[in-house]
């Protein structure tokens, strides 16, 4: 049963566009999360975090949007640039009780980012 | 600064082989966590460790599966007999010990068992 879902495997967007990645969680008791990008042959990189208690966070060109009723958020790349280009893992935290070291991740999505 | 360092990058063994992977987390960081990634399932949690203890590895597969913390800058994930399912990139990673501390990754090792 996955908690966390990227249900997108790919996208293709054009340089200077919008790229916005999806990701549905299930677990009502996950109160933070957390993108990660990876590079082939390299180890996912923190990206971009948001509480449950905010509905957006905002990075330079990278923004989160949480929306807690649907349990869903959302990784806004603005404008996205080739250098984008990566694997997007999607991560949730129950951040309560003893268990809030137990990051979840969804499977990933492949951003390709066309000049 | 050194990041997670993790040893080999690639392993290629047959089926039956031992095979242990090394990490290395980033000094003073007293969380280490061991992951496994594969297309089917995705990045999944093997075993956490805090302070060098281990405190969940209900994500360790089977009882081939094992991991050691002997020290706070060593840690050891071991397959014994390995067989051509746990093909797949091994993560060790490691942060400070807190709810919303960021995750570092190492490299990973790419393990193929033929």
């Known amino acids: 049963d996955q908690q966390v879902k990227q249900n997108s495997p790919s996208l293709s967007v054009q340089e200077g566009r919008i790229s916005i990645l999806n990701c549905d969680y299930t677990n009502s008791m996950f109160d933070y999360f957390l993108w990660y990008k990876k590079y082939p042959a390299e180890g996912p990189t923190f990206l971009i975090s948001i509480s449950s208690i905010k509905d957006k966070n905002e990075d330079g060109r990278f923004t989160v949007f949480l929306n807690k009723s649907a349990k869903h958020l959302s990784l806004h790349i603005v404008p996205s640039q080739p250098g984008d280009s990566a694997v997007y893992f999607c991560?949730?935290?129950?951040?309560?009780?003893?268990?809030?070291?137990?990051?979840?991740f969804g499977k990933g999505t492949l951003l390709t980012v066309n000049p | 600064d050194a990041g997670v360092i993790q040893s080999p990058r690639h392993e290629v063994t047959e089926m039956g082989q031992e095979v242990t992977l090394r990490c290395k987390p980033i000094s003073g960081h007293n969380s280490l966590f061991w992951y496994r990634q594969t297309m089917m399932r995705g990045l999944e949690l093997l075993i956490y460790f805090n302070n060098n203890v281990p405190i969940d590895d209900s994500g360790m597969p089977e009882d081939r599966f094992s991991a050691k913390m002997p020290n706070a800058s060593f840690s050891t994930l071991k397959i014994q007999p390995s067989e051509p399912r746990d093909s797949a990139v091994y993560f060790c990673?490691?942060?400070?010990?807190?709810?919303?501390?960021?995750?570092?990754f190492g490299s990973g090792t790419q393990l193929s068992v033929l």
């Open positions: 991560a949730a935290n129950p951040n309560s009780g003893g268990s809030n070291y137990k990051l979840t």
């Open positions: 990673a490691s942060r400070r010990t807190g709810g919303n501390e960021k995750l570092f």
